[in-house]
């Protein structure tokens, strides 16, 4: 099966501002056995990792337009200053669940987390699944300031046993605000029924460099996490329902930062699981047992019936300075008006 070309996203012409921090420039992409470079000006924005290695694609690195990296190295680069090695699974920014169960499939292999019911493509313990890229398409220049590529990629139990398939369409625009990526994602249950697990470990997630954790250990650390709503910190922000959440600080000297989009036309809202330690995940999946406080006393679960397709969009936005200078409420109207 070959990718089918979704309908088209035009936003970098729709988006225009009094005062643009800087010109928006070209956006180019270029295919590599495993990787997708996106190029902005003369600058790698940001590279799509497909190979054959990992246990399911990714983005890093990440950069503002300032070229502050807003996403954590570890463990892609090792040795940066002050860096986590924690949560080897929270590679920068990828969209997976940790809980998805192939209803009518015998699983050879169970994951070693008790908890998960199905296939956990969340982490990278013993017994986790994995999203394989199976189809790179070719890069489509929609405008010199907006390119997209199309992929296929097949969700698999730890015995390699396909329960899904999926196409997801990644877009990357240039803005004279920020960067943008958009995620729009297919599930088709093309081998058996499936159910989305309750838990808090999903979805579209983004691990923020270090040095712009809210929190340090224990102690307060120089980032700032803010949704649409105004709440922030974990405290406020986790578990809640938000069209977004935006997390910045200090990096390097400059201020920057990374907000994710839910998209109101999802048929699911997401909760967050945003976390001070990192952590910025659009959740619609975790309901009652995945302890969200917006989501107390739900148990219906999300399911797609043989045959059917779950469709989801999510934007990645990098931008400079906080909240207010990067836009990022006026560049999430746009991004929701598509």
Request: include cysteine; proline fraction near 6%.
């Amino acid at each position: 099966m070959g990718i089918v070309m979704p309908r088209v996203l035009i936003l970098a012409a729709a988006i225009g501002f009094a005062a643009p921090t800087f010109a928006a420039e070209p956006v180019t992409a270029t295919k590599t056995a495993d990787t997708v470079a996106f190029q902005i000006g003369d600058t790698v924005f940001t590279k799509y990792h497909v190979g054959k290695a990992v246990a399911k694609p990714y983005f890093y690195p990440i950069l503002a337009p300032n070229g502050a990296g807003v996403t954590r190295g570890w463990p892609m680069v090792k040795g940066l200053p002050d860096e986590t090695a924690d949560h080897v699974h929270q590679k920068s920014a990828w969209f997976c669940h940790g809980d998805i169960i192939p209803e009518g499939l015998m699983l050879k292999t169970k994951s070693s987390d008790r908890h998960v019911q199905g296939v956990d493509f969340w982490s990278e313990t013993p017994g986790h699944g994995t999203i394989v890229c199976v189809e790179v398409g070719e890069p489509k220049q929609v405008s010199a300031h907006h390119v997209l590529v199309p992929t296929r990629n097949e969700w698999k139990a730890p015995d390699g046993t396909k329960i899904l398939d999926e196409t997801r369409t990644v877009h990357v625009i240039s803005l004279p605000t920020g960067r943008l990526i958009v995620l729009e994602i297919d599930l088709h249950a093309s081998v058996c029924p499936l159910t989305f697990g309750d838990t808090k470990e999903g979805a579209m997630g983004v691990r923020v460099n270090d040095s712009i954790r809210t929190m340090q250990g224990k102690k307060p650390g120089n980032g700032t996490m803010v949704n649409a709503a105004g709440q922030k910190g974990e405290k406020e922000a986790w578990g809640q329902e938000a069209a977004w959440v935006d997390y910045f600080g200090p990096i390097d000297g400059k201020t920057a930062g990374i907000a994710v989009f839910d998209s109101p036309k999802n048929p699911y809202k997401s909760a967050w699981h945003a976390r001070g330690y990192g952590l910025l995940a659009a959740n619609p999946f975790g309901r009652s047992k995945s302890g969200f406080p917006s989501r107390k006393g739900r148990e219906d679960r999300v399911r797609v019936a043989k045959g059917e397709h779950l469709k989801l969009r999510y934007g990645l936005y990098a931008h400079d300075g906080d909240t207010t200078a990067g836009h990022v409420a006026d560049v999430f109207a746009k991004f929701a008006s598509h």
